[in-house]
């Protein structure tokens, strides 16, 4: 099976998250809450990395860190070592605490870091039980949620080991600005980690392209699938023409809204895996509403279960583009 990319080099920046193993709680209470952030805040002494933000729900957390040392992985598997032993010995059990291994997502912070933090920090309200409620409960609610960065960034600092001003520079450090900029994706941005499934690098084809150059001489086998799809990322229109030359229609075609055919389902889905498109983006491309991708994609794969020979074709289109 491949992996996630694990790409190190100094100053990178990185989302970061883990969750509960078989989604069990990894915080039983507010005691379990303090000891992870002083684990987190000696850890990153330690192994001197910078925390931009948090936030810590009952089976997960999220972060964003950057490694002036290039040693993530170093300060990844010290902290839920740490965490883990601290937690295991705490609450008498033993075994894995998280998920497999920690997540990552290489961010382009020229374009996405300032979208990624307020998706970080918007997670308290993204709950089941909060569905239904006022977008006013909503911003309240949020601004009480107590296990989070974001009150260092609307109020007054309170972490000491939390650096919070290089995205605050963004609104040339106005913290109201940050409120206001958090509170209009209440009503439902997209998630900007979409962009990395699969290959872990969020980013515009100039970030991607560079971050290619570093991976020309070291492959390791098990990731070789994540660099392949993380260069085809770079290419929308290479996937159009592959689609429309093995269906044996012209590319506008596929893009034109009246087109009916298969092969405008299968360019919605593999722009969706291979482009790092959202469906919102792959909507504007076509020429309808984002919903209405995601309505295509799933009637394409209940069709591929019926037709095998859509299905073979559509492999057959994978493994080109890969």
């Known amino acids: 099976m491949s992996r996630p990319l694990r790409i190190q080099y100094k ?101 996405y870091l300032l979208q990624v933090s307020r998706y970080l920090h918007l997670n308290p309200i993204h709950v089941s039980r909060l569905a239904r409620v006022s977008h006013e409960q909503k911003k309240d609610y949020l601004n009480e949620y107590p296990w989070s960065s974001y009150h260092d960034y609307v109020s007054f600092s309170h972490y000491t080991f939390l650096l919070p001003d290089q995205i605050l520079a963004y609104f040339k450090g106005n913290r109201k600005s940050y409120r206001d900029f958090v509170e209009e994706g209440i009503t439902g941005p997209t998630d900007p980690l979409e962009k990395g499934k699969g290959h872990g690098v969020v980013g515009g084809p100039s970030f991607i392209r560079s971050i290619l150059k570093g991976l020309n001489n070291a492959k390791p086998s098990r990731e070789q699938p994540a660099v392949r799809r993380l260069i085809s990322k770079t290419a929308p229109d290479m996937i159009i023409k592959t689609i429309a030359e093995r269906f044996r229609v012209s590319p506008e075609e596929i893009i034109q809204k009246n087109y009916k055919g298969p092969a405008r389902s299968v360019a919605m889905e593999l722009l969706y895996r291979y482009a790092g498109m959202n469906q919102r983006e792959i909507g504007d491309m076509m020429g309808v509403d984002y919903s209405s991708i995601s309505v295509a994609r799933k009637r394409l794969h209940e069709l591929m279960t019926k037709d095998r020979g859509l299905q073979k074709r559509f492999r057959t289109i994978e493994n080109i583009l890969s």
């Open 11 to 111: 100053d990178a920046c990185y989302h970061l998250t883990c969750r509960g193993n078989a989604r069990q709680s990894i915080f039983l209470s507010d005691r379990d809450r303090e000891k992870f952030l002083e684990i987190l805040g000696r850890s990153l002494e330690v192994y001197q990395v910078h925390l931009l933000a948090f936030v810590l729900m009952t089976n997960y957390f999220h972060m964003i860190a950057k490694t002036p040392q290039a040693n993530l992985q170093d300060f990844m598997r010290h902290f839920n070592i740490s965490y883990t032993s601290y937690f295991n010995k705490s609450h008498n059990r033993s075994g894995h605490l998280y998920q497999g291994r920690y997540k990552s997502f290489l961010i382009d912070e020229d374009s």
